[in-house]
């Protein structure tokens, strides 16, 4: 909710930001407003004295005018005699110059026409020298570009010979890598097996190692035994006299160890000694220390029943048969188990009874617990067995978990062993995979460099190819040319010869003409230059009347057109000043939506702090309860372990109680339960304790004296106990009840966090595997081998465990990434950041900069690698670099033609490869611009129907003014954001599949 408040107000925030950006631009358009108003207004006052001035000036050009006129006329006359008398002589110099000019032409045309000749000779000649001189080259070069185009085919059949091998080769190494492939693939499926292998041993170990554990406690700690048998075997345990418990010293089937149960009753609990005197021994230390009494066998005494023939049993065992281990040789133990019988069932050990004849008494048990003997007695019911069982078969329980235990142990051990031998030859294979990769890397880049020189070497031949046609042609062509071109210089020999006879004649006739042309010329210029001072005179007089009007009328129309100036700017001050007056609306209605807006941020901020300070709180609350859980944790692990001790206490109480049962039940000759309900409990005090049902004189004695001095020292009755009582009892309930709640809670949270830490601890381990693949791959790739490595420092927590990068380019030996050059480091940090791209990419990444540290070697791998993922990932890449602005789609430079005003030129190099020339480059880029603009226009056109009143523009005040008059551009108006610069572009992700794109940038 925090993180959700924090947003919203982010979010508000900007848009209280953008609200008063939005009064700055209203505001500065205001300004911008007022001072056009101003400056149109001093126009129009500049306007109005200037049309004073040249009313003036028109008046003064009107009287000059008029006395121009007269001098004019007076002229007029004059000039027009003298220019009769001069047309008289002019028509006479003509008719005599017509004929000088006729025989001067004809000379002229003669000898034209026969230096035209003799240069087209001369010109005809030197053609021919031409295309001599061309058709030898022709030939030589055609030679040459036939040899060129053979070499050009022969090395083509090479390159593509050596094309093939290398197909074949990729096929074979693509084949090799995905075999590999397939064989990583493989032995992770078998890791992934052996490793659940492995906790499946591991499992079943830890529960074989507790319950090993707990036999042994048991075994060790003698439980099961009475506290007579228990303290002597504690005690003498491993001394010479005592050989062990019975139980431990006889080994039956585990279907038959109810039944030997059964069959020894008490015997069970007894201690072999080594003799009479350390039984005797043991006797009186219990007897003085007051411990318990014991059952001891002697195992050097001679004895022993009568033994019963086997025959005798039908479909019974012999005992001695059953029942083996050093124990079952004890005279005592002899004796009683040879005559008796183990059966399957109970109706088969009673039949057997039944029919017993012979001498001394046959005992017949079967698997279930009933004990009949020949004589009659019968024993069984509903008997608690697990004490007895466990420890009758104990020891070889122990002995059979121990070998279980190392069994298990061999397992996970062998297991371990093909885990880590399938660890190694994946880690082989994924080094070969690396290697195999970088070849194929290599051999694609060879296939590259190998499919250009092919195009280059087919492109040399068919050039060379249509080159020597193209000779040929022009050779046949040059030589018809020389053929025409010989025919021509005869003919103008002949011609030449003619031409000299006829300029000799006309030579004569143009010189006899012109003398008499030049006596005429004299008299003719003297009266020409008496005209011609006259006419310059009258040509001045009609240049200034010209020169008059033409003022006049310049004045006139300055003034039409300063008056409809006038009017313009008057019409274009009111149109602002109401522009200005929408303008200010705006502003106050953008201000009082600020003022609200702070308002709201305050409110929101406010919220903010107050749902800070509500989670701190909560997290003081988390903290307390934190501690308390651990406190109700602590008592909770002291209460278990008192209630496993307790439990203890009251397994072995519960096999001293049925001990002492069996005792009182032989002693009393009776059941046990009978004898205690032959007791009247009435007649006995409630606080009196009972063991089993029956109490000790003394110990009453004790507990009456103790109730008469505790009655004596009570005093006066407490009422109200009964109520406190009632109160604590309803507290404890209460505490209880939280206790578990808490409990509860506590392991659902730790049932979480362990499942999420797991979850997260396998996705890092898996996601951490993939980097460190990636990462060597990428690094060496860029460094055409070397070592590098991405490890963990072991932990117990993976989350938290440290990181080491190794980076070692090939022949480099150093210890940290610190050591290596500004480039290697560079290029270290490149295949780290590509090695995390590889495991999710991005349809987008930004590079600033990053090939700055770089060579021209490494820039080149550093493009290769961004050529290959941009199959997939669109780069926007930031540099200085030129050969990384090669590897690019699309250029897009920021440029200041202006002081302070940058722009953003852009250049696709699908427009520059389909031009010609940087003039076809100038107009396509040029075209491009001019459809966005008009794209642009039409946008604005659309915005301005739709929104009337925003749309108030002054393109009107850029119009030019006259000269002496000020000039001022003023801007456009208009919103900042609908007069931004569109600049449309074509991003290609790839050579095959071009993705349209748009980046909008603001001038």
């Not at 004059?78 to 000019?101: G, H, I, N, T």
């Not at 048998?229 to 160890?257: F, N, Y």
């Not at 022009?474 to 018809?480: D, G, S």
């Not at 205690?676 to 009196?688: F, M, R, T, W």
């Amino acid at each position: 909710e925090k993180l959700q408040l924090e947003s919203a107000l982010e979010a508000f925030e900007e848009e209280l930001q953008e609200t008063e950006r939005q009064l700055l631009v209203l505001e500065h358009r205001i300004d911008e407003h007022q001072r056009r108003i101003a400056d149109n207004e001093q126009s129009i006052e500049q306007a109005e004295h200037r049309q004073k001035e040249i009313e003036g000036q028109i008046e003064r050009m009107t009287a000059g005018l008029r006395q121009v006129e007269d001098e004019l006329e007076s002229s007029g006359v004059m000039l027009e005699e003298k220019s009769e008398e001069l047309q008289v002589m002019d028509s006479q110099l003509a008719a005599d110059r017509a004929s000088l000019e006729d025989a001067t032409a004809r000379n002229l045309q003669v000898i034209e026409n026969d230096a035209s000749q003799r240069s087209r000779l001369r010109e005809l000649q030197v053609r021919q020298d031409n295309r001599q001189e061309r058709m030898t080259a022709l030939a030589e070069e055609r030679v040459e570009i036939l040899r060129a185009g053979t070499e050009a085919d022969q090395a083509l059949v090479q390159v593509k010979t050596r094309r093939e091998e290398m197909n074949r080769d990729r096929g074979s190494l693509l084949a090799q890598l995905a075999e590999q492939e397939h064989r990583e693939t493989s032995l992770e499926m078998d890791a992934a097996g052996i490793q659940e292998e492995v906790t499946v041993l591991s499992g079943r170990r830890e529960a074989a190692n507790s319950t090993y554990e707990l036999l042994n406690r048991l075994h060790q700690q003698y439980e099961g035994y009475g506290k007579g048998p228990r303290e002597i075997l504690k005690r003498h345990g491993g001394s010479d006299r005592i050989r062990g418990g019975l139980a431990d010293l006889l080994q039956v089937a585990p279907e038959d160890t109810l039944a030997l149960a059964v069959l020894l009753d008490e015997l069970l609990e007894a201690v072999v000694v080594d003799g009479m005197p350390s039984a005797l021994a043991m006797v009186r230390e219990l007897r003085d220390e007051k411990i318990g009494e014991a059952r001891l066998l002697c195992g050097t005494e001679a004895g022993g029943g009568a033994h019963v023939a086997a025959d005798a049993m039908a479909g019974g065992r012999p005992a001695l048969d059953v029942v083996q281990g050093p124990g079952a040789d004890l005279p005592a133990v002899r004796g009683l188990l040879s005559r008796a019988a183990f059966f399957a069932e109970d109706e088969a050990a009673v039949n057997a009874a039944r029919s017993y004849h012979g001498t001394g008494t046959l005992v017949c048990v079967s698997r279930a617990g009933l004990l009949v003997t020949s004589d009659g007695v019968v024993r069984g019911g509903s008997r608690d067995g697990a004490a007895d069982e466990s420890i009758i078969g104990r020891r070889e329980k122990l002995d059979e978990m121990r070998a279980e235990l190392e069994d298990l142990d061999r397992k996970l051990a062998h297991i371990r062993e093909k885990l880590a031998a399938n660890r190694r030859e994946r880690e082989v294979l994924r080094e070969g995979l690396i290697a195999g990769r970088g070849q194929l890397a290599a051999m694609d880049e060879e296939l590259g460099r190998n499919q250009l020189e092919m195009a280059h070497l087919e492109q040399k031949r068919d050039g060379a190819s249509s080159r020597a046609e193209e000779m040929e042609a022009e050779r046949v062509r040059l030589a018809e040319e020389v053929a025409e071109l010989v025919r021509q210089e005869e003919e103008l020999t002949d011609l030449l010869a003619e031409s000299g006879r006829r300029r000799d004649s006309s030579t004569l006739q143009r010189d006899e003409l012109r003398s008499r042309v030049e006596e005429a010329e004299m008299r003719r210029d003297e009266a020409r230059g008496l005209v011609e001072e006259l006419r310059l005179q009258h040509q001045r007089r009609q240049s200034t009347k010209r020169e008059t009007e033409a003022a006049l009328e310049h004045l006139q129309a300055g003034i039409a057109e300063l008056f409809g100036r006038r009017e313009r700017l008057a019409q274009e001050i009111e149109v602002g000043r109401e522009a200005t007056r929408n303008l200010q609306e705006e502003v106050e209605t953008k201000r009082a939506q600020i003022s609200q807006g702070m308002e709201e941020r305050s409110r929101r901020r406010q919220i903010l702090s107050n749902a800070a300070e509500g989670i701190q709180k909560l997290h003081e609350e988390r903290g307390v309860w934190h501690e308390r859980v651990q406190a109700i944790e602590k008592q909770r692990g002291s209460f278990r372990d008192l209630a496993h001790e307790m439990e203890t206490e009251l397994a072995t109480l519960d096999i001293k109680r049925n001990n002492i049962e069996e005792r009182v039940e032989e002693q009393y000759k009776g059941h046990f339960q009978d004898l205690v309900a032959s007791i009247d409990q009435e007649d006995l005090p409630k606080e009196l304790e009972l063991e089993d049902g029956v109490f000790q004189l003394d110990q009453a004695d004790e507990l009456l004296e103790d109730r008469r001095r505790k009655l004596g020292g009570l005093g006066p009755i407490n009422h109200l106990a009964l109520e406190e009582y009632d109160e604590k009892k309803e507290r404890l309930d209460f505490l209880e009840t939280q206790r578990d709640d808490v409990e509860k809670a506590r392991d659902d949270l730790v049932q979480a966090i362990t499942e999420i830490n797991r979850t997260a601890k396998k996705r890092f381990v898996q996601t951490f595997e993939e980097v460190r693949r990636n990462y060597i791959a990428v690094f060496q790739t860029l460094f055409k081998g070397g070592r590098a490595e991405l490890e963990m420092l072991k932990t117990d927590d993976p989350l938290e465990s440290n990181l080491r990068i190794t980076a070692q380019p090939t022949g480099k030996v150093i210890d940290t990434v610190s050591l290596l050059s500004g480039g290697e480091r560079c290029l270290t940090a490149l295949s780290l950041l590509f090695a995390v791209y590889l495991v999710k990419p991005s349809p987008f990444c930004v590079l600033d900069e990053a090939d700055a540290p770089l060579d021209d070697a490494n820039i080149g791998r550093f493009v290769n690698m961004l050529r290959e993922f941009s199959r997939n990932t669109q780069f926007l890449v930031i540099t200085h670099n030129k050969l990384t602005m090669e590897t690019a789609n699309h250029l897009y430079g920021v440029t200041m033609m202006e002081p302070g005003c940058s722009s953003i030129v852009s250049v696709s190099f699908h427009d520059v490869a389909q031009t010609q020339s940087d003039q076809e480059l100038g107009r396509a880029i040029a075209s491009k611009r001019a459809n966005i603009d008009q794209t642009e226009e039409q946008r604005r056109a659309e915005e301005r129907r739709n929104n009337p009143q925003e749309s108030l523009d002054f393109d009107g005040l850029n119009a030019p003014l006259e000269e002496d008059d000020t000039t001022a551009e003023v801007p456009n108006s208009g919103d900042d954001q609908d007069k931004q610069e569109k600049i449309s572009a074509t991003v290609a992700a790839d050579d095959d599949n071009d993705v349209d794109d748009t980046m909008e940038a603001s001038q």
